[in-house]
Structures are given as structure tokens and as C-alpha cells.
């Protein structure tokens, strides 16, 4: 199982305890990251969660990041700007090539749609036409100050009121889908620990499972000014159980997972 994690030590802006600025923060919430994953000490979270993945709730809700024990999840730091930018890029590519399948509208699109939302009508290629176009457009404009971490301050700037309104407070990430003239995205531990791509074994296929590529995807569709997604079948093993539902359409893993033409 691929682990990624940003190499340690990194010096990190972090808030204070208490901080209730927007940043800059000051030399005082300047931190030097310890290594990361040696010995697990900055992930301590992870402990004690051994099967968080099969939840939505993150321990992190309450404890909150105080920049002492988690700053080696860096979200603001340099390498991790490069790495989104990345994922966006490639977020971006996949997502085109859904637009162009449309535009076709040849067997194998009908197919895929068939695949992720049970339609192979004209209505489904309709609705995702500009639902693709706006995952496209938000992706474009999406830059490293989009990424926050998720703490309550970033939720209700985002719009949303502490534990209300974010689609999901996950353990990867979140967003609050009113947020759509900033489009912030909201990191949580969880992110650091899933795959950057999610690849099968050798291959450029993907796998059911999280990755960093399909929780990108998967947040961008929930804005408002997208899909107005929602997290009824979280995960690509319920989003492809539940194919048939009629939810399956508004359903973020389902639009993720066919963005990504996952199998
Ligand atoms: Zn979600």
C-alpha cells in the first residue's frame, strides 16, 4: 500500500493556540516539523483509529490541529502546493477526457454512464455535460491557497458554522459547498496517509480505494457551482453498489469514480 507522506523536518507556519487571525502568523507560530513517521509521533490520531477509514467522523473534529503534534501534515508548505498542483493537473486531464467521451457519445461512453449512474440516455449525458464543465473550471482555478487546514476557523470562513454545513468532515477532506467563490478545500490527516494516485499494482488503473486523485475530484464536486454532490454512498465499494439508486447521479464518489473511468 503506497503511503505518502511529506518528508519531515519542514519548517511550517502554524497557528497558535487560540489564534483567531487570519494569518500571517507570527515567529511565534513558527514551528520546526519533527521527521514524520519514524516513530509515529505526528500522527498520534492514527493510533488510536486503527479502522478510520471505515468512518466519516474524524478524531480530528475536536482536538483540532495545534500545529505542535500534527505539523508534519503541512498543508501550507511548498511541497505540498506541488503536489495539488499536480493532482489538479491530472484531475484536470481525466476530466476532459470525460467531456470529449460525451461529446462522442459512442459506445463506450454510453457504457461508462451506464457503469457509474445506470443511464445510457441522452438525459445523463445532459446532466453531466456542464457538471463536467464546472468540475473543469473550478480545478483551473484551484491554487496551493486553496488548500487550508481543517479547523473550525477555515470552516466558517468557508461559510459553514462549526461541525454544520460541510459535506463532510472526513478524514481526508472536506469542503463547504456554499464556498464557491473562493473554493476552499479543507485537509484533514487522513489525506496525508492515502495514495497519491491509487493505481492498481502496475499498473494505470485504478483501484475502489481512497486516493489523494479521487478525494480532490470528489471534494470539487460538492460546491454548489458544480454538482451540489452529496456523500450518500461514501466510497467508490458503495458508489458502485449503489449504481442504480437514483441518488447515484448527485452522489460524489459515483461522479468521482467516472471521472476517473474507473472500472
Ligand atoms: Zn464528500
Excluded at 67 to 84: A, H, P, S, T, W
Excluded at 94 to 105: G, I, N, P, V
Excluded at 173 to 190: F, K, L, P, W, Y
Excluded at 249 to 256: F, K, P, V
Aim: hydrophobic share 40%; proline share 5%.
Amino acid at each position: 500500500m503506497p503511503i505518502f507522506r511529506v518528508p519531515g523536518p519542514l519548517g511550517v507556519d502554524v497557528p497558535g493556540a487560540g489564534s483567531l487571525g487570519r494569518g500571517p502568523f507570527n515567529i511565534n507560530g513558527i514551528h520546526q516539523a519533527p521527521s514524520c513517521g519514524s516513530n509515529g509521533g505526528c500522527d498520534p490520531y492514527h493510533a488510536m483509529q486503527p479502522h478510520y477509514m471505515a468512518h466519516k467522523q474524524s478524531p480530528l473534529d475536536a482536538p483540532e490541529w495545534d500545529g505542535v503534534v500534527n505539523i508534519c501534515y503541512d498543508v501550507k508548505g511548498q511541497r505540498f502546493g506541488e503536489l495539488m498542483m499536480s493532482l489538479r493537473d491530472s484531475a484536470i486531464s481525466y476530466t476532459q477526457d470525460r467531456r470529449a467521451e460525451l461529446s462522442r457519445w459512442d459506445e463506450i461512453s454510453k457504457a461508462r454512464t451506464k457503469r457509474w449512474f445506470n443511464s445510457s440516455d441522452d438525459e445523463i449525458r445532459d446532466y453531466l455535460l456542464p457538471i463536467l464543465d464546472s468540475v473543469i473550471r473550478v480545478l483551473k482555478s484551484l491554487a496551493p491557497e486553496n488548500f487550508v487546514y481543517d479547523t473550525a476557523e477555515n470552516n466558517v470562513q468557508a461559510g459553514c458554522l462549526p461541525g454544520q454545513g460541510m459535506v463532510l468532515t472526513g478524514v481526508l477532506a472536506s469542503v463547504c459547498a456554499v464556498d464557491i467563490v473562493e473554493h476552499r478545500i479543507a485537509i484533514n490527516m487522513g489525506f496525508f496517509e492515502a495514495p497519491k494516485m491509487g493505481y492498481l499494482y502496475e499498473s494505470h488503473s485504478f483501484g475502489f480505494r481512497d486516493s489523494q486523485l479521487l478525494t480532490l475530484i470528489h471534494e470539487v464536486t460538492h460546491f454548489h457551482d458544480v454538482a451540489s454532490s452529496i456523500d450518500d454512498f461514501y466510497g467508490v465499494n458503495n458508489a458502485t453498489r449503489n449504481v442504480a439508486n437514483v441518488k447515484a447521479r448527485m452522489n460524489a464518489d459515483n461522479l468521482a469514480a467516472y471521472i476517473l473511468a474507473i472500472a
